[in-house]
């Protein structure tokens, strides 16, 4: 039996998920606890919210994130190629940074918009 907290929302109920009964999961308050406790198990995803170094812009870093989700494991070599990055405004809401980011088929997103200062 696996323990874990549901981080859906902020009520941060404690989940148990039985692993050998079909991941039944209990201590749930609502239908997505029991998505977020199975897949927790099975295949963990996550969205990452970061930023990017931006030239000739008013502020030296823009928020960026991905636009679904990528697996859990994937993470800290994602957050490396984020990390390599260095923009130009302007960069708009919704530009893809990183297209597909290392083939997951995932994009990595500006949200913020950015305009070019002189
Ligand atoms: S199980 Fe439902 S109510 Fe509980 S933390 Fe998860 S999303 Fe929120």
């Given at each position: 039996m696996a323990e874990l907290i549901c981080i859906?929302?902020?009520?941060g109920c404690h989940l148990q998920v039985d692993e050998e009964n079909n991941y039944k999961v209990t201590g749930n308050n609502c239908g997505r606890g029991i998505v977020y406790g199975k897949q927790e198990l099975i295949n963990p995803v996550r969205t990452i919210t970061s930023t990017c170094r931006i030239k000739e812009a008013n502020l030296p870093r823009i928020p960026v994130k991905t636009n679904e989700t990528i697996p859990k494991g994937k993470m800290d070599e994602i957050m490396h190629e984020i990390n390599q990055v260095e923009l130009t405004a302007p960069i708009h809401i919704g530009d893809i940074i990183i297209p597909n980011i290392l083939d997951t088929g995932v994009d990595i997103v500006a949200c913020k918009n950015m305009e070019k200062v002189n």
């Open positions: 859906v929302c902020p009520k």
